[in-house]
């Protein structure tokens, strides 16, 4: 009986629902009473292997939230580290293309400027075509943002940059 409890905790409270449901009508579960007037549901060996494949191919599909957990982690380590990691290049920054530090630290002032924006165009495509889609769209666009950056020949192209890859984010 422990592979069973095993098996429902693997799928939502309405899935299991559901399949208790559906498989009590089709004769596939049954209840027993244990002595001390306890009901008990049981199903048939030959079902639970049936219901632990499909268990399986659940968590293996794409129905599984694993993917999208782990983009979540990424992108929460990625956010974090790329915050705050310009901030050590302020003075580097300024120096290199002639500007006061304060100039220099528009970088960092940017890119969370665009992190508090970001939410507003991306929460409502969010909600409307689920979260996977909008990860997606917005870690590439941050990734392009970046490279380019990286690649930025002046101060101002950092600087925009820096505002749609925080606002990517």
């Known amino acids: 009986m422990p592979r069973i409890g095993r098996c429902e ?23 027993a009473n244990r002595e001390n007037g306890e009901n008990v549901l049981f199903i048939d060996r030959n079902h639970l292997e049936q219901l632990e494949l499909e268990i399986a191919e659940y968590l293996l599909t794409g129905d599984s939230r694993v993917l999208t957990a782990i983009m979540l982690g990424y992108t929460t380590l990625v956010s974090a580290f790329t915050s705050s990691i310009f901030s050590t290049a302020t003075r580097t920054v300024a120096a290199q293309y002639n500007v006061s530090t304060e100039v220099g630290l528009l970088g960092l002032s940017f890119y969370v400027l665009g992190f508090a924006l970001g939410p507003v165009f991306w929460a409502p495509l969010s909600e409307l075509k689920g979260r996977r889609l909008p990860l997606v769209i917005s870690m590439f666009g941050f990734t392009i943002f970046q490279i380019a950056v990286a690649a930025g020949k002046d101060l101002q192209t950092i600087l925009l940059c820096r505002f749609w890859g925080g606002e990517s984010n």
């Open 9 to 31: 905790r693997s799928k939502s409270l309405s899935w299991v629902l559901n399949y208790t449901i559906v498989s009590a009508l089709h004769g596939q579960l049954g209840y």
